[in-house]
């Protein structure tokens, strides 16, 4: 029986290396489709750069014609393009084992500025074919190394306005004065802090200066082309939090619960619009076709035991019934937010890089 269970477990082992090793995670760049190898029996045994582009599915030749700008040098060809000192070691390598086959495959010679030091990084060649193709896979490493990188910043609409802090207060005293830790397994620890109240339109990943402008330019250009000819539609905008959901179908085993924001079509389209204008220029990954805005009221993540924030689930499900038409309060909206992760204090909202008020 025991060598039955074994043989069992080494069939279903087998059938998923092979899966991950024949179906990869597709990654695209810039219209190009690659398959990027994760596996690290697959990058011991093939490559110590793990992509390899999906000649099935690509969309243009490297021959083909690129925007990127590639002038003579001497004899040769030179491509120089600004890259965040955060992705050099991904390019580099252990022991520039990553940097020296990408320049034995494509024929070119990469420098990087050296470690600590911002720059441009330059590729030269002695065909431009040999540039475009090298500079296509370090955009496809950088790509795969941010689907690695935390969050640092995120589109925030502030909601620490007084009337609904105080009324957030009151659901919080309410809820830990009616459920306790034994029957329903909520304490404090769960709650959001009221002066951290908020919602997301979208995450984002700004690893310098340079980054960080870049999304500050874009949210002014939001205001000049999105929100202020909706503004011209309608007087205001509205945002109404009422009402409680949570993220998952069983409400005796929740993670997250929030406050839900009463249907607003002009709110839902100025946010889509913004959310799709920072997707369309880089600065934001693609999650859903709306965003669903909510206001975050209890979440085990806010837990300071970490190991908890991931095993440990509260049951809401006489919450859900009893606050599921809860007026929270309404703001008209009139600012958004650059906000920068882990910076918000116990009486102070998150620090702000960049912000619009209208």
């Not at 024929?107 to 030091?117: A, C, E, L, S």
Request: glycine share 2%; with cysteine; charged share 30%.
């Amino acid at each position: 029986m025991l060598n039955a269970l074994k043989r069992s477990l080494y069939v279903k082992y087998i059938v998923l290396y092979i899966m991950d090793v024949l179906e990869p995670e597709l990654i695209w760049v810039n219209g190009r489709c690659y398959r990027f190898y994760e596996n690290t029996v697959w990058k011991n045994m093939h490559t110590s750069t793990p992509y390899m582009e999906d000649k099935e599915t690509i969309c243009s030749n490297e021959e083909s014609e690129t925007d990127i700008e590639i002038i003579p040098h001497d004899t040769l060809f030179k491509h120089t393009f600004y890259v965040p000192k955060i992705f050099y070691s991904h390019i580099i390598g252990t022991k520039g084992l990553t940097r020296k086959k990408l320049e034995h495959d494509t024929r070119t010679t990469i420098d990087i500025p050296k470690k600590g030091k911002d720059g441009n990084i330059v590729i030269t060649a002695r065909e431009r074919k040999a540039i475009i193709s090298a500079r296509h896979r370090i955009d496809l490493l950088i790509e795969a190394s941010k689907k690695k990188i935390h969050y640092t910043h995120f589109l925030s609409i502030p909601l620490n306005k007084k009337e609904i802090i105080d009324k957030y207060i009151s659901f919080k005293n309410d809820i830990l004065e009616k459920y306790n830790k034994t029957t329903h397994n909520i304490d404090e620890s769960l709650f959001q802090n009221p002066f951290k109240l908020h919602l997301t339109i979208g995450m984002l990943k700004l690893f310098d200066d340079n980054e960080k402008k870049h999304a500050i330019d874009a949210l002014t250009n939001c205001k000049e082309n999105i929100i202020d000819p909706i503004l011209e539609e309608t007087a205001s905008i509205n945002i109404q939090l009422q009402g409680v959901a949570c993220m998952n179908d069983d409400p005796t085993n929740v993670k997250v619960l929030f406050a839900q924001i009463a249907p607003n079509e002009k709110l839902q389209e100025l946010v889509d619009k913004i959310a799709e204008y920072f997707i369309d220029i880089g600065l934001m990954e693609k999650e859903y076709e709306k965003i669903k805005l909510h206001a975050t009221l209890m979440n085990t993540a806010f837990k300071d035991d970490y190991s908890a924030r991931f095993k440990e689930r509260y049951d809401a499900n006489e919450i859900l019934k009893v606050y599921k038409d809860i007026l929270f309060g309404k703001i008209i909206l009139n600012q958004i937010d650059i906000s920068e992760l882990h910076t918000a204090t116990k009486d102070n909202y998150y620090k702000s890089i960049g912000s619009i008020t209208f």
